[in-house]
């Protein structure tokens, strides 16, 4: 008897496997954000979708020479496993980098990961357990969401206004939770121009955001990774440097140097590092030796400090683009944050207008965005969209605005006069034409 051949189907109800999966992995889903890459990386679409840093302005002449210099003089090594904390040189740059913002550490206590996302990934699996609760802002970065998902926590969102997470907002959501019986297990926070809310938490509620964490019990991860990319070249002390016993740290050089190495870290209270290094290890043994080397040989040699401000120049254009054009195009009733550092900005459209819904029809008229429900775990978020203006050219975003632009008016014509035009199925203009904007 001849088996039948497998089916690939691709449709999730027709897996064969289902039955078998662990039961954390129905929080497992695709990102909104990754549904969309596909389409919105074509060339015709002006994607302000990803968060792809911009890596033009980097040396990769001399980066090239100096990866082949390490090949050669310590080709043993960096080909080799290493520790599963990482190599210690490059854990004492971190300390200097991390100085920077305030922090004053000891590079024991650094573990290196395979991007921040790995450290996410750690510390949630560290700390929670199936039903334990996880405090983020609203909205929150879409790739802890997936963590904290995978992890079956469940996210309650604190508000957020121009300042950053609110004070007050904060006591509320640890009260409800106490009241209902809930266990919280850590903030998750992104003090530094947020990802995807554009804002910055002002400096006063610093203090005052760890005094309420530490009086209800309640750890700190404060995720990190746009730090050094404020325009006017500010910094604000990090969370850590104020209270380093109750909050991990998560520290990436993917927006300061190249993403495509994957190399972050994570900085713990001591007894934290040796369970991070134990989960570090199950998970994948060492990081990668040989990129772990390029940043450090990177971090001697270059003038790192003078190649974050040329990002962050290049940064600040694209910023003034986008604000510009939003300010121009965008119709009124829409409202949008002013990040004065990172890559995002967060923008609020008039009532009745659904940016989920909106999406395949801005994607025709070829733009693209990233709708706001993806950076909420409760639904929320649908009159938010998350504009990039890391990536594309000054005169992309311009254009990219204008398109998205003219999409919004013709929704809110619709709802102007048809009401709420979320749930209608309404065909957009033609095929997209290649580019020529
Ligand atoms: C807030 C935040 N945390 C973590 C990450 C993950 O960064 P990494 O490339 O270091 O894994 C990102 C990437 O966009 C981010 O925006």
Same mark, same amino acid.
């Given at each position: 008897m001849t088996a039948n051949p497998p089916e690939h189907t691709g449709r999730r109800d027709l897996d064969p496997h289902l039955a078998r999966y662990a039961a954390r992995t129905a929080g497992m889903t695709a990102s909104e954000i990754r549904a969309l890459f596909a389409v919105a990386s074509r060339p015709e679409v002006v994607s302000l979708a990803g968060g792809m840093p911009n890596l033009a302005a980097l040396p990769l002449d001399s980066l090239s020479s100096q990866v082949g210099e390490i090949i050669a003089e310590d080709g043993l090594v960096a080909l080799q496993y290493g520790s599963a904390q990482g190599v210690p040189v490059l854990r004492e740059q971190i300390c200097e980098v991390m100085a920077m913002e305030g922090i004053n550490a000891h590079s024991?206590?650094?573990?290196?990961t395979v991007g921040s996302q790995m450290g996410l990934d750690m510390v949630t699996r560290l700390f929670c357990d199936p039903g334990d609760v996880v405090l983020a802002e609203g909205p929150s970065y879409v790739g802890a969401l997936g963590s904290f998902a995978a992890y079956q926590a469940k996210v309650v969102h604190v508000v957020m206004d121009d300042q950053g997470l609110v004070p007050e907002a904060l006591r509320e959501a640890l009260a409800a939770a106490e009241r209902a019986g809930q266990r919280v297990k850590f903030l998750y926070t992104i003090p530094n121009f947020h990802n995807p809310a554009g804002v910055t938490l002002a400096v006063e509620r610093r203090a005052e955001i760890l005094a309420i964490c530490r009086a209800h019990g309640v750890l700190v991860v404060e995720d990190n990774p746009y730090g050094l990319l404020g325009f006017d070249g500010q910094t604000y002390p990090a969370l850590r440097s104020l209270d380093p016993d109750n909050v991990v740290y998560l520290g990436s050089f993917s927006k300061t140097f190249a993403s495509g190495l994957r190399v972050g870290w994570v900085l713990a209270p001591h007894a934290v590092r040796e369970k991070l290094v134990l989960a570090a290890e199950s998970a994948t043994l060492c990081p990668p030796s040989l990129n772990q080397m390029i940043v450090s040989r990177y971090l001697a040699t270059h003038d790192w400090k003078g190649q974050i401000k040329t990002f962050r120049e290049n940064y600040r254009e694209r910023r003034d683009a986008m604000l510009s054009a939003l300010e121009q195009h965008l119709p009124s009733g829409c409202s949008w944050t002013n990040p004065d550092g990172g890559f995002y900005v967060w923008v609020t459209v008039p009532e009745?207008?659904? #940016?989920?819904?909106?999406?395949?029809?801005?994607? #025709?008229?070829?733009?693209?965005?990233?709708?706001? #429900?993806?950076f909420y775990a409760d639904g929320f978020g649908s009159r938010q969209m998350r504009l990039s203006y890391c990536y594309p050219t000054p005169e992309r975003i311009?254009?990219?605005?204008?398109?998205?632009?003219?999409?919004?008016?013709?929704?809110?014509?619709?709802?102007?006069?048809?009401?709420?035009?979320?749930?209608?199925?309404?065909?957009?203009?033609?095929?997209?034409?290649?580019?020529?904007?």
């Open positions: 024991d206590d650094v573990v290196v009745g207008v659904d #940016t989920k819904a909106m999406l395949p029809r801005a994607v #025709t008229a070829r733009v693209a965005y990233a709708s706001g #429900t993806g311009k254009e990219g605005v204008r398109r998205l632009a003219a999409v919004l008016e013709s929704e809110m014509d619709l709802v102007r006069t048809f009401g709420n035009v979320s749930m209608r199925a309404i065909p957009g203009p033609e095929t997209p034409s290649p580019d020529t904007a």
